[in-house]
């Protein structure tokens, strides 16, 4: 049996707020220990500036920097760690591959499909770049349970069709795509495909080879580890034909005022000193999740997410938003009479964390008939009497505020 509750123990926060029922997961993980001894101890051994002293301190700082790229490698399988970019998170990979592999490649007319589920990170850089240049965005539609509308899916492909990007898990209703179906669809026509999986990293194990996928982000601080930091994994072959993105320091090969040549990827994308710390961090937090039982916290989690909607349908005036048939741990609720941000008040009260709003998901709700849910969503470290006193909360907050 898997012990949420000594996994709990190496979580500082958690153990300084016995009380706390943190269910805000989707937007960021708590940090084990063993994330906050990796950032301290590069600090006190290790501070440096990387790649461009020959001190030992400088080549300290470069060996643990280049070595959390090898730890990102090999958490999803990429074929070298040459393949990963550091960017500050999902936000600006999404914005780099925009701006650098879809200004040198869409034209006017080109057509580039989203999931109406997309995240506004997955929807509004495409909406910049197609303002541009004159891209053609289109939207999937979705089923009433939140899942893909597969034959909206497989009308839209066409040759015109340049960029598939999708969410791998939604945050905002949990939504699991069948993605690998999705991938070699698109490829059918020749288009790329970018796999937002910030939802997707803390939960699944995930094999960008196997996915066959092009381009693949994600986020260290939902999968434990610290903000400010996340990667871009692409095809090496993809990777080596994107031209810059931002000028500067660490991207550059040659500089004269006549013309400057550019280092080969990932260094290419990467101008300016990094968030060294955070980056050992983050290689942190990815080698201590893949210490634990993943199989065994998979179970665990979707234990805790069947619990919860088992126990809300016993509750009065609040429906599930989202019931496809594969999820993530994210559980999605509408109230008929009550507000969303006056329940949380009360949970918040009861020292529980949730969050409410659209999720940064407009185009998701607003096609549900919704302006905003509150959501819950598990991690590793909550447990059966979390979901237990969430429901109590709600049950009896709805009593309040009839």
């Known amino acids: 049996m898997f012990d949420a509750h000594a996994l709990r123990a190496q979580f500082p926060l958690l153990m300084r707020a016995p009380g706390l029922i943190y269910l805000d997961n989707a937007a960021t993980t708590q940090k084990p220990l063993a994330v906050l001894d990796a950032e301290r101890h590069f600090y006190e051994t290790a501070n440096a500036n990387v790649h461009r002293g020959s001190h030992r301190l400088a080549v300290a700082a470069t060996d643990a920097f280049e070595g959390a790229r090898a730890s990102v490698a090999r958490f999803i399988n990429a074929a070298s760690s040459d393949e990963i970019v550091f960017t500050r998170g999902t936000t600006e990979a999404i914005n780099l591959v925009a701006q650098s592999w879809g200004e040198a490649n869409l034209r006017a007319g080109d057509e580039i499909i989203l999931t109406t589920l997309e995240h506004h ?9 197609a303002a541009r ?10 089923l009433r349970d939140g899942s893909l509308d597969m034959d909206h899916f497989h009308a839209l492909l066409s040759d015109k069709t340049k960029l598939l990007g999708l969410t791998h898990i939604s945050n905002a209703i949990g939504s699991e795509l069948p993605v690998a179906d999705l991938i070699a669809a698109a490829h059918r026509f020749s288009a790329k495909v970018l796999i937002d999986g910030a939802q997707a990293v803390a939960h699944k194990t995930i094999d960008v080879q196997a996915l066959d996928a092009d381009f693949y982000v994600f986020s260290s601080h939902k999968v434990y580890g610290p903000t400010g ?13 994107m031209p810059p993105w931002q000028g500067g320091g660490e991207m550059i090969e040659r500089v004269s005022f006549e013309t400057t040549s550019y280092a080969p990827a990932p260094a290419r994308f990467e101008a300016g000193t990094p968030a060294i710390a955070q980056t050992v961090g983050f290689a942190a937090a990815l080698d201590w999740l893949q210490a634990q039982d993943r199989p065994a916290i998979a179970r665990h989690e979707e234990a805790l997410r069947q619990q919860l909607e088992q126990g809300l349908g016993q509750i009065d005036g609040l429906r599930v938003i989202g019931t496809a048939a594969h999820k993530g741990p994210v559980v999605s609720i509408a109230f008929s009479e009550a507000h969303p941000y006056d329940v949380a008040q009360f949970l918040d009260a009861r020292e529980i964390a949730v969050r409410v709003g659209n999720h940064c998901a407009q185009p998701l709700l607003s ?11 598990f991690a590793a470290y909550n447990t059966a ?18």
């Open 367 to 377: 096609s549900m008939g919704l302006q905003g849910t509150l959501r819950a969503s």
């Open 121 to 129: 990170a997955n929807i509004v850089p495409w909406q910049m770049l």
């Open 229 to 241: 930091i996340g990667a871009l994994w692409a095809r090496a072959e993809i990777l080596a034909a």
């Open 385 to 402: 009497d979390d979901v237990t006193a969430l429901l109590t909360g709600l049950s009896e907050t709805l009593a309040i505020l009839a």
């Open 133 to 142: 240049c004159g891209a053609i965005i289109r939207p999937v539609h979705l």
